[in-house]
DNA sequence: TCTGGGGTCCTAGGACCC
DNA sequence: TCTGGGGTCCTAGGACCC
């Protein structure tokens, strides 16, 4: 078996089936085959609370991740409504991984609910199908695996795989598929960049990876122009980075129930929101660089300030302080519906 | 559809220095 | 004296992703 297939690398990416849905209906299995939302603390009564994701039951009433839990509950009064639970899905997420792990892969974490692998074998499909049943038997979760050449390829090919299934995209069959399709279809190409392709006379994957790299470089910059091209001659990153992820920085946002326009008030809910960075950073073991305060007004008007420190810190005084001169410098004549404080980390040297 | 929260990277313009 | 360039840092905002 296999005598005419190569033995070759492979970039394969497992994305999790409706992650925070399965791992809910794992909780409540007499949930299952009804309509679920999942999101804030499950009070779809509350404004300004949006859905972090619903089960295919909720879909067809319309309802996705994003969807205002009061839009929600008007669209299908017969929802159930859960409080979203991060732990539960870390732990689920960090099973999960563990049975990745077990198998002669090299494993890059992408979040809770993805992973890109590397591997070598000249059977990817066999091998994505002994992933799926591993993590099915273990977790009782579903996945779909996408094989590429590099982690573009990948990435759209688990797409296309779903639900729970595998699916091949790579350079040898990159234009069939793909070449037809929106440039939205790209991952890295948004609805605001699609549009502005369009206007370009670019719609297709076809028509972009053909345009010129020099008119896109003028329009869109030069490293975002010439990315995009190479996005739609189905090139991109193949490297698996196994060390974990260092991140850049951290941030704390709320958004207020009832807007605020008392100075106390949000001078103390900013100071609160400095103070948790602050202690997230510390719990992390990081050294504060530049702070950034962050204040959306009506109607729904998003301002950013920032400051960059004379020295880094960890000192919660400091932090606290910064930002509320950093406030001092928004425009606060208008009712404020969000703060937020964010804050950039050193990084340490040598880091990709 | 009255519009969350947490991230990453890029761009453009100005300041400042040599 | 009308006027160089390059490099780097900083800021504000845009875009994208889950």
Known sequence: MGSTSTRRDWILHLDLDQFIAGVELLRHPELRGRPVVVGGSGDPTQPRTVAATATYEAREHGIHSGTPLRTAL??????????????????????????????PVRVEIWGWDEAFLGATTDDPETLAADLQRAVHTRTHLDCSIGIGDNKHQAKLASGLAKPAGIHRLTSDNWATVMNERPTHALWGIGARTAAKLAALGLHTVAQLA?????DLAARFGPTNGPWYRYLALGKGEAEIVTTPWIPRGHSREITFQHDLTDRADIDHHLTTLAEHVTHDATTAGREITKVTVKVRTTPFQTRTRQSTLPAPTTDPATITRTALAILDRHDLTRPVRLLGVAVDYTMPPTTR
């Open 210 to 214: 053909a345009a010129d790299p020099a």
């Open 74 to 103: 008007r669209r299908c009064p017969d929802a159930v409504f859960l409080p979203t639970d991060p732990p539960a899905y870390e732990a689920a997420s960090a099973r999960v991984m563990a049975v990745l792990r077990d198998f």
